[in-house]
């Protein structure tokens, strides 16, 4: 089995031989994967806090567990390949298919945390704006645990137990109704429920955020109106640019979620970027130029829907590769954005965010202590 300092010492190898493959030219920089980038773009990336704000280090589950169970699976490449993308701060979200969902979740959490916990020397759990500035700070990987719906709470006493496993993001709904409020595929959507709007309190109160990417119309402007700055939207898009497509938001829902301070993630699946074909990264840009027209830059965020390795052939073409966040930083280039308004985007205001609403893990409580277990054992997941 590799020992700890022998995969520093090989993670470290490979950087250096990452970094001496960059070729500077004409104000130009060839990256490890072989595209070219402006050296404003490499450089805005760098020093920005990015953050993927629905973003996974991998959708290949095989391979994750693997990872789990084994502290060795996790290769130097693997590292470098996160570490090439140029993302500061992953939030991994997903929606586990199963019947269990509480004690699913728990598991999925209890995972995370073992595999954070055997790679400390590369990865920070993100549970306060504190290890954000750690992560920058040291270099290290910063992971965001939540997740894509709230059916695992089966009382407002089980957020605390979540916040207490890591969790800081909760979805309300995913595309179906729950005991919350209803999804956006839903016909008629209802609006939030009084459950849903009491597990809205218990999540302000515990410091946890309050994720309606998937939530219909009116549960949304209901839970923005229970949850004010906690409520972000991590990663949807534009409705007035892809009109038949419910999980897409209206205008109203974008001057709500500003109105209270929040952020909205831009995603780069292809669905929610244009009705037609084809489709490029100018399209992605053109929602990010909506939201900062709409309500302001400082609104705009990222949340690509991705993982470092793909999302099948469901991106924008362009977007697919692990270092899209370069690619986006070079498009808002294009569009005239400053330096501290693409820094912003890339991060800064979901970082703003973070300061307002996380509370410091010593306020979190203990988690509960299982029976070790599959976290994937009879469930499957989703993301988009």
């Known amino acids: 089995m590799t020992s700890r300092r022998q995969f520093l010492r090989r993670s470290l190898a490979l950087a250096a031989g990452s970094q001496a493959a960059s070729m500077i030219n004409r104000g130009r920089c060839r990256l490890w994967a072989g595209t070219e ?8 990336v760098r020093q920005a806090t990015v953050i993927d704000m629905l ?3 991998t959708l290949d589950w095989a391979k994750w567990e693997r990872w789990r169970r084994d502290p060795a699976a996790f290769t130097p490449a693997d590292l470098q390949r996160l570490r090439d993308s140029g ?6 979200s997903v929606r ?8 699913a979740t728990q598991n999925w959490l209890r995972g995370w945390n073992r595999f954070l916990g055997w790679h400390g020397e590369h990865f920070v759990t ?3 704006l504190d290890q954000v500035g750690q992560v920058k700070a040291t270099g290290k990987i910063g992971v965001m645990l939540g997740m894509q719906d709230s059916v695992h709470f089966r009382d407002t006493g089980d957020v605390a137990r979540f916040r207490g496993l890591g969790q800081l993001v909760s979805q309300l709904t995913y595309n179906s109704a729950n005991a919350l409020g209803s999804g956006c595929w839903v016909g008629a959507d209802e609006g939030l429920t009084p459950y849903g709007a009491s597990v809205i309190a218990a999540m302000k109160q515990a410091g946890m955020l309050v994720d309606v990417s998937h939530c219909g119309p009116r549960t949304t402007m209901e839970a923005l109106e229970a949850g004010g700055p906690h409520v972000l939207v991590t990663h949807s898009n534009c409705r007035t640019l892809v009109p038949p497509q419910p999980r897409c938001k209206y205008d109203d829902v974008i001057r709500a979620t500003a109105a209270q301070g929040g952020v909205m993630g831009i995603t780069a699946i292809r669905r929610f970027v244009r009705v037609d074909e084809p489709m490029t990264v100018e399209d992605v840009l053109d929602h990010f130029d909506y939201v900062a027209r709409l309500v302001g830059v400082e609104h705009a965020g990222l949340g690509s829907d991705a993982a470092v390795d793909g999302t099948g052939g469901t991106l924008v073409h362009g977007l697919e590769r692990s270092t899209r966040v370069y690619e986006l930083a070079e498009g808002l280039i294009r569009r005239g954005y400053s330096n501290r308004d693409i820094e912003a985007v890339l991060g800064g205001n979901f970082l703003r965010v973070l300061a307002r609403v996380a509370p410091t893990p010593e306020l979190v409580p203990a988690p509960p202590r299982l029976p070790a277990e599959n976290p994937l054992a009879g469930a499957g997941a989703a993301v988009s």
């Open 96 to 103: 586990l298919n199963t019947d269990s969902p509480w004690r």
């Open 126 to 128: 993100v549970r306060s």
């Open 87 to 92: 993302v500061t701060v992953f939030h991994v």
């Open 55 to 57: 973003g996974l280090i």
């Open 37 to 44: 980038y402006s050296t404003r773009a490499i450089d805005l």
